[in-house]
């Protein structure tokens, strides 16, 4: 058992077992409908699951509900299967409530036999008057007393075919004045006559979800059925179905399944709704179910997420009782914490400036070695090719610039990765003014310091490739949540933006799905629509969360309240932050970071320096300029004596958390 202290439904496992449950009959399953691809929501209900399996090592099924054949495919359960595997779990059974049909039926009939199910025959309108309301109790139907063998022979010939869709129902006879509103008689059966993707026309009546679900958890003899909240009203319910069959049934299938709900997984500036998401689908906002906007599975996967990353989350995010909405920004802190560790690096440039090293020989190139990966020893080195013409990024010069700017500037040297310094001399410009060129002339004493450093690729060997930059799909934090307004308001029009790029010739052999940061610009996969001759990559997420600075504007009732950050100067904001780091639970250090990365681009290295000499036992002040170092270092700034001391002296801590951000560096 692990020292991590139990949450509320393992809490309720221990207690079973302490009173007597044998810790051979736990059993779980994951019971998704097969009706649309998974998201990130399910993945919370998976992890429960599955890691209750891990943890008790007991059997996990992967059951699909399969009771609805107008909204249910093949595809979707295809999808479904791939998504689970693809996280890393194993499922024990593949089973179908629609496996379950026959045995369902019969109960249905015992039901009836025992006078505790009837057909009915009335309009969905009727019914619905006669259901009263929360407050209002409901009243008896005209066909609530129908004889037995009146029910018996109209549930026969509704089996049969018959009759026409929503010409009779089956309910369960249970309490019309109930005070829970899914007690007052539940449809048990509908006539449907639409073909089942796995029972075809064998049947013409389908059973309800609420039938359905707790017989099968019964049939599996599930210990724990664990669902979201909206089911709490439904355990009621899901109790009194399970009571009655097992009468008829408690020398086959003994145990009596217990259901216990949590919180389901709300995302900030994400839809969970699949009738939603399906909507976008077909409207064309988005190019199908694994477009890398869509908050699916396959979508992420797509996009460049790891298992491991959303796994990670799942953890941080925890078990709850309550309903809250998690921030986005905490999986995508997630996905960056495993890429970091194991992308390799590579070059590429987004937005190309032509640099011309004018005392470089014309037809000289050189291989220079680049290492892979600075987190992983194993990741080894790979050569990159140096010539007369580089591209850089164009935001990396500036033809005037202050002293904050640590890139190119006329007159001012950076390095280039892995190469040379460079010194910038002229531009060329075009007739509207714009520059085209920057003439430089570089130094082979590479032991000088400098501030800045630059990612580049020779022109030569570039080779040309697609990226497409995706930014959050709406520009709401909560876009489902307004009663007046329409999700698809929120829509942001600028969430896929399609660049031409020019990457290091390494990557010609890159595959479909293989992943890598490009320095300083974050981190890239290879997309499905790749191909040897035309590589398309997908932006995964940025090295840092550029939202963070959007989130005041978006709250105008806290414009009121004077906030003393704003008078502060960013590194004595940071140096507060800092304080407490370590006391902080996980999910709260990843939103502190957050904020220290983002106020890092506010601070000057001669301001950040003096925070090397802090006292060893301040970890939290430490860790907090450590984080501000690296966007210090990402923005440009070169590595000096008392840069490579201070995250020397880091490693050798004991501190984990102070040790891992060194090693980043």
């Not at 780091?581 to 106020?599: C, F, G, M, S």
Request: net charge negative; proline share 5%.
């Amino acid at each position: 058992m692990s020292d991590k202290s139990l949450n509320f439904i393992e809490h309720i496992i221990e207690e079973d077992l302490a009173n007597g449950l044998e810790a051979s009959k736990l059993r779980f399953r994951f019971p998704p409908e097969p009706n649309g691809y998974l998201h990130i929501g399910h993945t919370k209900a998976i992890g429960i699951s599955f890691g209750l399996g891990e943890k008790y090592n007991a059997p996990v099924n992967l059951r699909f509900d399969d009771t609805n054949p107008a909204k249910e495919e093949q595809e979707y359960v295809d999808a479904i299967k791939k998504d689970v595997a693809w996280l890393g779990y194993q499922w024990e059974n593949e089973l179908y409530s629609s496996d379950y049909f026959q045995q369902l039926y019969d109960w249905a009939v015992l039901l009836i036999k025992q006078g505790k199910a009837y057909v009915d025959s009335q309009s969905s309108e009727a019914m619905a008057e006669q259901k009263g309301t929360p407050t209002q109790p409901g009243v008896d139907g005209p066909y609530r007393n129908r004889s037995v063998e009146e029910n018996l022979e109209l549930f026969e010939r509704m089996k049969a075919g018959e009759f026409n869709e929503g010409d009779h129902i089956l309910r369960a006879k249970i309490d019309m004045q109930h005070p829970n509103m899914l007690m007052r008689d539940p449809i048990m059966y509908r006539i449907l006559k639409k073909a089942h993707h796995r029972t075809g026309n064998d049947w013409c009546i389908y059973p309800m979800y609420d039938w359905t679900h707790g017989e099968s958890d019964y049939i599996e003899q599930i210990s724990h059925s664990l669902c979201s909240l909206e089911f709490k009203p439904h355990r009621e319910l899901y109790d009194w179905f399970k009571e009655q069959v097992y009468e008829y049934s408690k020398n086959t299938y003994p145990m009596l399944p217990k259901q216990r709900e949590f919180a389901r997984l709300n995302l900030s500036y994400t839809i969970m709704s699949k009738r939603k998401l399906l909507k976008l689908v077909e409207d064309g906002i988005v190019n199908g179910w694994d477009d890398p906007r869509m908050p699916t599975i396959s979508g992420l996967r797509r996009r460049g997420y790891t298992p491991e990353s959303i796994r990670n989350f799942i953890e941080r995010v925890g078990v709850a009782k309550r309903e809250n909405v998690i921030d986005v920004s905490l999986l995508e802190f997630c996905v960056r914490d495993h890429l970091n560790k194991t992308a390799p690096r590579v070059m590429a440039v987004l937005d190309p400036l032509k640099v011309v090293i004018t005392n470089y020989p014309d037809d000289k190139v050189e291989w220079l070695e680049a290492e892979n990966n600075p987190e992983d020893e194993q990741a080894g080195s790979r050569e990159v090719p140096f010539s007369k013409e580089i591209y850089i990024e164009k935001a990396d010069f500036k033809e005037e610039a202050g002293s904050k700017f640590f890139r190119l500037k006329l007159g001012g040297e950076v390095r280039l990765k892995n190469a040379y310094i460079i010194q910038a001399n002229e531009v060329v410009k075009d007739a509207n003014g714009h520059i085209t060129e920057v003439h430089c002339t570089y130094d082979t004493d590479t032991s000088k310091k400098v501030k800045g450093t630059l990612h580049w690729v020779s022109i030569k060997h570039a080779v040309e490739a697609e990226v497409r930059e995706y930014d959050r799909l709406f520009m709401d934090e909560a876009p489902d949540s307004h009663q007046d307004k329409d999700f698809m308001e929120f829509l942001n029009p600028n969430s896929l933006n399609i660049t031409k790029a020019f990457v290091e010739p390494s990557l010609k052999e890159a595959k479909v799905g293989d992943r890598f940061q490009f320095q300083r610009l974050g981190y890239f996969n290879v997309d499905n629509d790749s191909t040897s001759n035309a590589l398309v990559f997908n932006k995964t997420v940025g090295l840092r969360d550029t939202w963070e600075k959007q989130k005041p504007q978006e709250k105008p009732q806290q414009q009121n309240k004077p906030k003393p950050q704003q008078q502060r100067k960013a590194i004595n904001v940071i140096q507060q932050l800092g304080k407490k780091y370590t006391n902080y639970p996980e999910d709260k250090q990843a939103k502190v970071k957050a904020e220290i990365l983002e106020l890092a681009n506010e601070v000057s290295y001669d301001e950040l320096e003096p925070l090397f000499g802090t006292a060893v036992k301040k970890v939290g002040t430490r860790i907090a300029a450590m984080l501000t170092l690296k966007v210090l270092l990402a923005n440009g700034l070169e590595k000096n004596d008392a840069i490579n001391e201070f995250i020397e002296k880091a490693l050798e801590d004991k501190n984990a958390l102070l040790v891992e951000e060194a090693k980043a560096l």
